[in-house]
Structure formats: C-alpha cells, structure tokens
C-alpha cells in the first residue's frame, strides 16, 4: 500500500536516521598513534582539550595560538601525557601570512602531515548587531577566511597522506541566531565553503575528509563569561566534546553533532539538503573545467 504523502517526510527522516546510526566503524583510540596533527586555537577551552586527548592518543602534534607561554604549557603537559612530540607555534590568524607560513613550519616539524583541525575563533560578547562592519570582518577573516587559508596550505601535505581537516563549527553556523550575527555568519560560511570543496573532493577522487563538527554550547571558560546572565541553554562538558571532535575526524565522517539535547541531532539530518546535493551531482561535467590555479 502506498503511504500518504503527509507520512513520506517523517519516514524519509527514519530512514536516514537509522542509516546514519547503523554500520558505523569503531573508533580505537590507536588509530591516532603516531599521527601528525596540527591544533588550531590550542592554548585554551576545547583546543586544549583537544591537543590533550591526541597527546594520551600517542600522537605527534603542533599546536598554535597567539598566547605564547600558555600554549608552551599545553605543550608540554602534552608531552607528559604521552605525546609522541609535542611543539608550539604562536601566532595570530588575523595575519594571513602567519596562517600560511604556519602551515610549512609544521610540516617541517612534523614530517609530513595526518589531520588539520581547525578550532579557534576571534573572542565574541553576544551583542545585537548594529553597524559594526569592521567587527564583522575581522570576524570573517579569523572565523572563516583564515580556515580556508590554511586548509588551501595543508592540501599538499594531506593529499600523500589521504589525509583529514576537521572543522569545528557550532549550531549557529547551521540555524539563525540571535546576538551572534557575525559569529553566525562565519560559521554559516564554513559549512558552504567546506561543504562544497567535500563535494569537490568527490567529483575528482582526492582522498582527504572534510568533518563538519557542529556543537551545541560547551562549557569552556569563554562561552560560560559570554552567555552569563543573558542566556540560558544547558551546556555539555569541554573534554567529551573534545573527543568527540577527533572521534569524528578519525572515523572520517562528513558532520558530527556534540550538545545538549541530543536530540537536536536529527533534527539537523536536513534530508532535503542530502537529496538535493545527490541530484545536482549528476549535472556536471567536469571535462571542459579549466584546471584549478595552484598556489604560488
Ligand atoms: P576559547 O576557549 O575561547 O578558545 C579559543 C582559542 O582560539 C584559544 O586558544 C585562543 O587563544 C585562540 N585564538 C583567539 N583568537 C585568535 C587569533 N586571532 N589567532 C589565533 N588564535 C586565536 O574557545 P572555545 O569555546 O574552546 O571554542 C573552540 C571552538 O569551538 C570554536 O571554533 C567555537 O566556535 C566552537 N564552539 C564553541 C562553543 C562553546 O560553547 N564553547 C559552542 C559551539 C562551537 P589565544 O587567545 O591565545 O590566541
Ligand atoms: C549562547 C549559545 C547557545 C553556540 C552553539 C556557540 C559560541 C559563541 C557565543 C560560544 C563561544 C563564544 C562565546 C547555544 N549555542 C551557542 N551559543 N550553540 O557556538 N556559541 C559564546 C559561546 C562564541 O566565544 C545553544
């Protein structure tokens, strides 16, 4: 019997709900054992968190961040944790030639590299939007354009390796929210260009995974200041959703949701995106592109 149109909605979301839940690979914690990784945003909050759990994981890791001696602790309590090499690389993402720069440096420390996970943003109050489009920039350029920058640096280095970039991104950057516009926008920003080049990435067969981690409110320090006495949201625990985020990028997945409720997750699924993505696909004919410029 043929179902009802008003029923095809809630049983397409089902579906993809349970495909989404079943037949997922483990992750083993070895599976970051000896693995080049760069942190972005690494001196504090989930960063810290993160560069933490890779360091118990046995990898080799570079971290940055503008604020030099802090980032030299995380470093080093890294390595006694159990870090197969551990280095800091202060600096600021406002200026692009650092962002690029950052990038060679690490490799050379490194020796090559395994995943880029790019995680700090500019320091943002929740504040109505009024004409501030100078804010808004430098939002856009530490948010967003300074993630492009080095993901473009890093496409040499994890094309040999098949390599990852996890991108972390948070429930504004996927529904509008108030106080946050230019937060919201960089973050928005992040799922179209990254969202895209994954698609790229299909169409030509370059083996490097894009994981979109959207997080609801987390408890670091920063977002417990910002939100104090003007919002109220439950907020989930900064060392989980640390490893939830290397779990994401190492199982390779395209998108990960961390918070509170965790039903917000298929609520996210957004299957019509998904269906229409599959049939654009199929438009495009890839002989007559002009072949992408390279870097200088
Ligand atoms: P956080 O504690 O404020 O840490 C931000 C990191 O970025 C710090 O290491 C900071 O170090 C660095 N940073 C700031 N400005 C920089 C600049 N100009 N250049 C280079 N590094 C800079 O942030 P968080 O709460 O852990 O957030 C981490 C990620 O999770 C962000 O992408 C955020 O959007 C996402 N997220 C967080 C929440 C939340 O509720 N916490 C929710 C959703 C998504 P320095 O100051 O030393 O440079
Ligand atoms: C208030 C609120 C409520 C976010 C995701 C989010 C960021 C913003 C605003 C955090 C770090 C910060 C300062 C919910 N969510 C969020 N925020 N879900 O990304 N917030 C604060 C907190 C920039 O720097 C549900």
């Known amino acids: 019997m043929a179902l009802p149109r008003k029923q095809l909605l809630p049983v397409l979301v089902l579906v993809l709900a349970s495909y989404y839940y079943s037949a997922r ?23 810290e968190e993160v560069a933490y759990h890779l360091a118990r994981m046995g990898a080799h890791m570079v971290l940055t961040a503008r604020s030099e001696g802090t980032l030299r602790k995380v470093a080093s309590r890294c390595l006694e944790l159990g870090a197969a090499s551990a280095h800091s690389v202060p600096g600021s993402m406002e200026d692009t030639a650092f962002a690029e720069n950052f990038v060679d440096t690490a490799a050379r420390l490194l020796g090559g590299l395994d995943m880029l996970i790019l995680n700090h943003i500019m320091a943002m109050s929740l504040e109505l939007f009024g004409a501030d489009v100078l804010g808004m920039r430098r939002a856009l350029e530490v948010n967003f354009l300074s993630y492009v920058v080095l993901s473009v640096a890093a496409q040499p280095l994890l094309r040999p ?18 106080l946050l516009a230019p937060y919201a926008a960089s973050k ?4 179209g260009f990254f969202s895209s080049i994954r698609l790229e990435n299909q169409m030509t067969g370059v083996n490097v995974s894009i994981t979109l981690c959207i997080l609801g409110l987390i408890d670091t320090d920063t977002a417990m200041e910002a939100v104090a006495g003007i919002m109220s949201a439950e907020a989930a625990p900064k060392q989980e959703c640390a490893l939830e985020i290397i779990k994401a990028g190492a199982l390779r997945r395209e998108e990960m949701f961390y918070g509170r409720p965790g039903w917000v997750q298929l609520l996210l699924l ?11 696909l ?3 004919n890839l002989d007559n592109l002009p072949r992408p410029e390279a870097r200088p």
């Open 25 to 47: 690979d483990e992750f083993r914690p070895e599976m970051l054992r000896g693995k080049r990784v760069i942190v972005t945003g690494a001196s504090k909050g989930i960063g």
């Open 161 to 178: 390796s098949n390599g990852s970039v996890v991108v972390v991104s948070s429930l504004a950057g996927k529904v509008p929210t108030p």
């Open 188 to 191: 928005f920003a992040l799922d």
């Open 270 to 280: 957004n299957p019509g995106r998904r269906v229409l993505e599959l049939f654009s």
């Open 282 to 284: 199929q438009r495009y």
